[in-house]
């Protein structure tokens, strides 16, 4: 079960070794859930699901563990807008993003945690680290001592007096340093909160990440994952917090996916480029957006925009009509032919192939390119007019293997036909005729969703596919 990859902590590709044979502790950062997820963040819970499902593919028992922030100052702020509380926000949000990510075919994490479910974990977590001498309080807010971490600054290889260099103590704050983070913030009138030792608050945003981590899957996990934005400082506050407490390495290999522009610019609601899955999906198929999202190697920038993802779509429809074909041939396929073994071994050494691109650094993009070469093959097996049961059936599993691997249906959705269009345009002229208005609007809605377009012109009703 050879697989490499690239460790944000050591700055280069490692040989993957569990800490148990055969299983995996995988934690990945999720969302902070003030709103519908944007097209940034999107980006590592396919990548990551993606390395899950490779490593699942190998043989690993994956824990794969992912987090809600389902409390802080972006909740709260949209809380008082909307006049709601922020229990009713989060659970909004949650709802939409598991209903925007399954859309992707996203994995259901094996734990979803929350933070106002962990508080007394978090509690837990801090009072320790204040035993140990590694956090203080003050008036109420509680500061983890940077400077007493020997190995602050090690994930973003930032030395700690370089850090130092803009940090500031921001207007009631009382750190004994700048560089000093926040793990309790005192209770501001009328923000939730929570009873805690120092006093009425909510957790900083670092803690919560290192006391649900240790919770579900413990003091050492295997892999952590995120966006390369959280590499700095939530992930390097993280290892302080968690290595501080608990004298051990939080987490051995550390993955981070690089950052996504839209049309060349960085994503900003200031320049108006602000992308939301949940507008997106409405007008693109969810499974081009992931397949695009897989063109592009996880630790390189992507750039969106509607032209590169029609070009995603052109790609994925070749593949889904190779498949499609192998499919139908299979109808009329017949017993072994003299060359089957040929192209047996032409279909093993394609898989070879996919597995070794994936098995290096999670390499999504040559991966792709090596199922565009075997539709090309698919193709050429069928224009020579080869029936072999045994050909055709190993390559149907090798696609499928490869679209489970990505989470990408090669499936070609069934449309209706022409003649089965034709009777349900009668049956809602005669629905009009009748004046049953509410099924002749059935009818059409029913049509526009199987993607048929109704147009009423002078010479009668006319439709067309969109």
Request: glycine share 6%; net charge negative; charged share 30%.
């Amino acid at each position: 079960m050879s697989v490499q990859m690239y460790n944000t902590l050591t700055r280069q590709k490692e040989l993957f070794k569990p800490l148990e044979e055969g299983k995996v502790k995988m934690y990945v950062c999720g969302p902070t859930v003030y709103n519908y997820i944007h097209i940034g963040n999107a980006r590592p819970v396919i990548v990551f699901d993606t390395v899950r499902r490779h490593l699942e593919y190998k043989g690993y028992d994956v824990k794969f563990v992912s987090n809600f922030t389902d409390v802080d100052d972006k909740l709260i702020k949209t809380a008082q807008e909307l006049g709601e509380d922020v229990p009713t926000i989060a659970e909004r949000f949650i709802q939409a993003f598991h209903e925007d990510v399954s859309a992707f075919g996203v994995k259901e994490a094996d734990e979803h945690p929350r933070v106002m479910e962990n508080i007394s974990e978090i509690i837990d977590f801090i009072e320790g680290l204040i035993n140990k001498g590694f956090a203080y309080e003050a008036d109420g807010d509680v500061y983890f001592r940077t400077r007493s971490f020997e190995g602050y600054g090690k994930l973003s290889d930032q030395p700690i007096d370089e850090l130092r260099i803009g940090a500031r103590i921001g207007v009631g704050e009382k750190k004994e340093d700048p560089l000093d983070f926040t793990l309790w913030k005192n209770a501001k009138d009328g923000e939730i909160s929570w009873e805690s030792p120092w006093g009425s608050g909510r957790p900083g945003w670092h803690i919560e990440c290192s006391a649900m981590c240790r919770k579900y899957l413990g003091e050492t996990i295997d892999i952590h994952a995120g966006g390369q934005d959280l590499a700095f400082p939530h992930h390097e506050n993280e290892i302080a917090q968690s290595e501080s407490l608990t004298g051990k390495p939080f987490a051995n290999y550390w993955l981070h996916n690089g950052y996504i522009q839209i049309n060349n610019e960085k994503m900003s609601k200031s320049l108006g480029n602000f992308v939301l899955v949940h507008d997106i999906i409405k007008h693109h198929d969810p499974q081009v957006v992931r397949f695009f999202m897989l063109s592009v190697h996880y630790r390189h920038p992507i750039n969106f925009n509607e032209e590169l993802l029609e070009s995603a779509k052109s790609g994925l429809d070749r593949i889904r009509t190779a498949y499609d074909n192998i499919l139908h041939r299979t109808e009329a396929s017949s017993g072994l032919a003299q060359n089957d073994q040929e192209w047996l071994n032409k279909i093993n050494k394609m898989q070879e192939m996919f597995v070794a691109e994936m098995d290096d650094d999670f390499n999504t993009a040559n991966a792709i390119s090596v199922l565009f070469e075997m539709a090309k093959q698919a193709n050429i097996y069928l224009q020579e007019n080869h029936t072999s049961k045994q050909v055709l059936e190993k390559f149907i599993k090798q696609f499928d293997d490869f679209g489970n691997i990505l989470g990408v249906s090669f499936k070609v959705a069934q449309t209706m036909l022409d003649d089965e269009i034709e009777k349900l345009i009668q049956a809602r002229m005669e629905a009009r005729k009748n004046r049953n208005f509410e099924l002749a609007d059935q009818i059409r809605d029913d049509l526009k969703d199987k993607g048929i377009i109704l147009e009423d012109t002078p010479q009668g009703i006319r439709w067309k596919r969109v």
